[in-house]
């Protein structure tokens, strides 16, 4: 009896789950994080198929995946046998199929693949000259329509002469006569349009169905299928009239083309009600102004009886979808700095679905996520939490309930602290400021921290309660993390993103100092040991920061503008600014321009400042980076440029980037702290 209990204890042992002591988040971890993107859910509400991506250590890029699971979390499994990246899965009208993009081993892009669910067979059914972008099916699953870049004659001047035989000559240079002619993340722009395609689901050769050499952005089909309404902006200034676009409708055949919406300012987002009888869409009335609210509309299917859908959020309203019944939409929106899935009645009638939406911004805590819904108004989507990255939730109509938790193995044996909402008073007008603290592994209340301030970019943008790597290997080195809302950001209202029209940087500075005050109060942050950084608009406010206080150790300024005059006439959105940021063009007002610029406030630094930039970076080029770091070069202020090679405005798109962007900040600040 004694033995068969000693071999029950040692049975018991073997077989009991093994506690191993949590460590804390470390840069290496970072190639450890994967996430959900884009869910899909089948018609019937059985199965989910998503983008699994994760982390490559030996390619240092992402790997995406389709992977499929049942709503009530079983049969998790990888979709295809191929090792190419996959996305944009879509399900077909009757549930029996799946359209995707696969990438190939040639370089004309991606193709459509389809994937036969009871067969678990696929095939390519395309040979694209490009990538296909935006697949949908067709209502009667006959086709698939997307969009296509297409090709356009390039600009040439001159014909060079006749080079001899096997001589090798430089490259002919690259001409353009484009306002817009590159783009940050990827370069110089080829000259073309996007066009709308349709190939029929069963392969074949694609269709081109616009014509007008004009960009054709998202589309949604007709109820019948012979026809596709889509955004565009057909007007003969359409270069300079950038920011307004219209809603259009064209049959598949390339005739019956139509313009349903005529304003100043943009119409997008299209969504064709379940009876045809209806299109939803968003926009707003352009007020000239730095941030508007989008808004939800309709009209009828032939662009009569417009109206705007008054859901009283005062939030910006994007991806909606019909109810399956044609009584409302569902849409996103960020409240807060939380994203949420909400819904309205066509009276306007709104209530809230579902909250952390997001998880798939990896890096600093952004929104973003999608969701998408069945036949029955069953939803899927990105959940996010400080906590983890996004894994896949399912509304079944009354409750959520998390799917996957795709980070278990790591992130289940990892101290990340404790992330906690804080709201205060502006000291400026007392309006109340929102932010988070990010506390570290085994933090004490009884001692003090140094803090770290952690900017947002944008500044039409938020962080909010969402997983952020860099956020975690801040606090993982013993450091208080304080990231906040100042004015000018977004899911507070239309009134409150746009008080930084014609100001700025003005009050969120204040904010910000503000915050830091409050944090000083609770007790636990060594007042003598604060730093400060941010990317983007957060490198603009630290640069400011630091021209107007001394009170910070060091600081880190990342990818900054420096100067709105060289910005305004150098970057790759150059266009962009004038009258919306501050009154007309930069020659024409050099005194408000140069006034927020922060190198007017060089003169005034003297904190430690450490200059960071991405070599490709069209968006802050790193010519803005270079005015801080010579300037203080010159005045023999203590700082370093750091230039991270190949690096667009995204520094750290890649993994390696991500830790080194950190590993630089974190270098600088230990150096300055007592």
Same mark, same amino acid.
């Given at each position: 009896?004694?033995?068969?209990n000693y071999?029950?204890l ?5 077989l ?35 983008v699994?991506?994760?982390m490559?250590?030996m ?9 499929m699971?049942n709503?009530d979390?079983?049969?998790?499994q990888?979709v295809?046998?191929?090792t190419?990246?996959e996305s @944009? ?6 549930g029996k ?6 990438? &190939?081993?040639?370089e004309n ?12 067979q ?9 990538t ?24 040439r001047?001159v014909?060079?002469p006749?080079?001899?035989?096997n ?8 001409? &353009?006569?484009?306002l817009?002619?590159?783009?940050d993340?990827?370069?110089y ?9 349709v ?18 952005q ?6 019948d ?6 955004t565009s902006?057909?007007s003969?200034?359409w270069e ?5 676009s219209?809603i259009?409708?064209?049959?598949i ?11 100043n300012?943009p ?5 064709v009600?379940?009876?045809g ?11 000239v ?5 989008t808004?939800l ?10 109206r ?9 309203i ?11 939409l ?5 409240n807060?700095?939380n994203?949420?899935?909400?819904y ?11 909250d ?7 890096g ?7 969701y ?9 989507y990105?959940?996010? &939490?400080?906590?983890?990255?996004a ?5 079944d109509?009354?409750k ?8 278990y193995?790591?992130l289940?044996n ?17 309006r ?8 570290p592994?085994g933090?004490d ?16 943008s938020?962080?909010g309660?969402?997983? @952020?790597?860099e ?5 993982? @080195? #013993?450091y208080?993390? =304080?990231?906040p809302?100042?004015r000018?950001?977004?899911s507070y ?9 014609r100001n700025?940087?003005?009050e #969120?500075?204040?904010?910000?100092m503000d ?5 000083i ?10 730093f ?7 490198g603009?406010?630290?640069a400011?920061?630091?021209?107007? &206080? ?7 300024v990342i990818?900054?503008?420096m ?20 009154k ?5 007002? =050099? ?9 007017s406030?060089?003169?005034n630094?003297e ?6 930039v991405g070599?490709?970076?069209l968006?802050?080029p790193?010519?803005e ?5 010579h300037a ?6 203590e700082?370093?440029?750091?230039e ?9 798109s890649?993994?390696?980037q991500?830790?080194?962007k950190?590993?630089?900040i974190?270098?600088? =600040?230990?150096?300055?702290k007592?």
């Amino acid at each position: 009896m004694l033995m068969k209990n000693y071999l029950l204890l040692i049975l018991f042992i073997f077989l009991a789950p093994i506690a191993f002591p949590q460590t804390r988040f470390s840069n290496l971890d970072v190639f450890e994080i994967q996430y959900a993107k884009d869910p899909q859910i089948a018609p019937d509400n059985s199965r989910i198929v998503y983008v699994r991506t994760k982390m490559d250590i030996m390619t240092d890029g992402k790997t995406s995946a389709l992977w499929m699971i049942n709503t009530d979390g079983k049969e998790h499994q990888k979709v295809t046998s191929n090792t190419s990246n996959e996305s @944009s899965p879509r399900w077909s009208p009757d549930g029996k199929r799946i359209a995707f993009v696969s990438s &190939t081993d040639d370089e004309n892009g991606s193709e459509i693949y389809i994937y036969w669910v009871d067969t678990k067979q696929y095939s390519v059914i395309s040979q694209l000259k490009q990538t296909p972008k935006n697949i949908q099916w067709s209502p009667d699953g006959t086709y698939i329509g997307f969009t296509m870049f297409v090709e356009d004659d390039v600009l040439r001047l001159v014909s060079a002469p006749e080079k001899p035989e096997n001589a090798t000559w430089a490259p002919a240079p690259r001409i &353009t006569d484009r306002l817009k002619h590159e783009a940050d993340g990827s370069g110089y722009m080829e000259k073309g349009f996007n066009h709308l395609f349709v190939i029929s689901a069963e392969g074949g050769t694609p269709v081109q169905v616009s014509s007008k050499r004009y960009n054709h952005q998202g589309f949604d089909w007709s109820k019948d299928s012979k026809k596709m309404i889509f955004t565009s902006n057909y007007s003969e200034n359409w270069e300079y009239d950038y920011r307004n676009s219209e809603i259009y409708s064209i049959a598949i055949d390339g005739s019956s083309f139509k313009q349903l919406t005529d304003r100043n300012g943009p119409d997008r987002g299209v969504a064709v009600s379940p009876d045809g009888r209806t299109i939803a869409y968003t926009g707003y009335d352009d007020q000239v102004q730095t941030y508007q609210v989008t808004k939800l509309y309709v009209m009828n299917a032939n662009g009569l009886n417009k109206r705007e859908i008054k859901t009283n959020l005062d939030r910006s309203i994007s991806s909606i979808k019909w109810a399956p019944d044609g009584k409302g939409l569902y849409f996103k929106y960020d409240n807060y700095g939380n994203g949420k899935i909400g819904y309205t009645a066509l009276s306007g009638k709104t209530k809230k679905i579902a909250d952390n939406l997001g998880g798939t911004s990896i890096g600093r805590p952004y929104g973003g996520g999608s969701y998408s819904m069945s036949k029955t108004g069953r939803i899927v989507y990105t959940m996010t &939490t400080p906590y983890h990255p996004a894994d896949i939730a399912f509304f079944d109509g009354r409750k959520v309930q998390r799917v996957t938790n795709l980070n278990y193995d790591l992130l289940s044996n990892r101290d990340l602290g404790k992330i906690e909402e804080i709201w205060y008073r502006s000291s400026f007008d007392g309006r109340k400021i929102q932010g988070w603290i990010a506390k570290p592994p085994g933090f004490d209340k009884n001692k003090t921290y140094p803090l770290i301030v952690e900017n947002h970019g944008g500044p039409v943008s938020n962080y909010g309660d969402r997983f @952020s790597p860099e956020i975690l290997l801040y606090s993982a @080195s #013993d450091y208080v993390v =304080f990231y906040p809302n100042p004015r000018g950001s977004t899911s507070y209202g239309e009134e409150f993103g746009n008080l930084l029209y014609r100001n700025y940087p003005g009050e #969120d500075y204040q904010d910000v100092m503000d915050g830091v005050d409050e944090l000083i109060q609770l007790g636990y942050i060594d007042q003598n040991n604060l730093f400060v950084t941010g990317g983007s608009a957060g490198g603009i406010m630290t640069a400011w920061i630091v021209g107007k &206080t001394k009170r910070f150790k060091a600081a880190a300024v990342i990818k900054p503008v420096m100067n709105w005059i060289s910005k305004t006439l150098v970057a790759d959105n150059y266009f962009n600014y004038a009258n919306y940021r501050y009154k007309g063009q930069p020659w024409e007002n =050099f005194e408000e321009y140069w006034k927020f610029s922060p190198i007017s406030l060089v003169g005034n630094i003297e904190t430690p400042t450490m200059v960071m930039v991405g070599t490709y970076d069209l968006r802050t080029p790193p010519s803005e980076a270079k005015q801080l770091y010579h300037a203080l070069k010159i005045r023999k202020i203590e700082t370093v440029y750091v230039e991270v090679p190949e690096a667009y405005h995204g520094i750290s798109s890649k993994p390696s980037q991500l830790i080194t962007k950190i590993d630089h900040i974190l270098y600088w =600040f230990n150096k300055y702290k007592e």
